[in-house]
């Protein structure tokens, strides 16, 4: 069955085994877009499982107002999706993680995982602090892996003028993490 048909039968009438089926298709792949943003908290993946099941709760709530027209159903579902990974890191709190709270992989990768978090939270505290649309520009390509015709369709912007917030915001951040390391 097709996005569009699942989707007329959760409106229409309520039907769970559709919705189960559409949440199901996008699961793991909007799992992965937030584990990649959740790499600076103290227990990713329960992070990315409790946002990711957020997400989909938001979804089928907002499933009313979506509008084919405007986008097609995952680019809309990326939309919903950094909505809530925005509004999700607004409430973490920015205190330092204490170091029996990291999990590492293994001894070996014990200084490569603590920069890798290091890493991970400056650039969360970075994105924290953009305006609402660079924000989710980048979100989108970088966690997302979207395009920028994609972003540009789910944001309803030109393609060019989220290529210029992107790249503009990339020089940025590079700078901010060029002394980091």
Known sequence: MDNATLIRRILRRQDATAANELVTRYYDEI????????????????????????????????????DTKKSGFRTWLYHVSSSCVIDARRKFSSEQVQIDTIELTSDENIVLDFENRELATRVELYLRELPGVEQRILRLHLYGE?????????????ESTVKTKYYRSIKQLKEELRDAF
């Open 31 to 66: 799992y992965r877009y937030v584990h990649r943003q959740s790499l600076a908290q103290p227990d990713p993946r329960q992070e990315a499982m409790d946002l990711t099941q957020e997400i989909f709760i938001a979804a089928l709530r907002s499933l009313p107002g979506y």
């Open 146 to 158: 979207q395009t920028f015709g994609q972003i540009a369709a789910a944001l309803e912007m030109l």
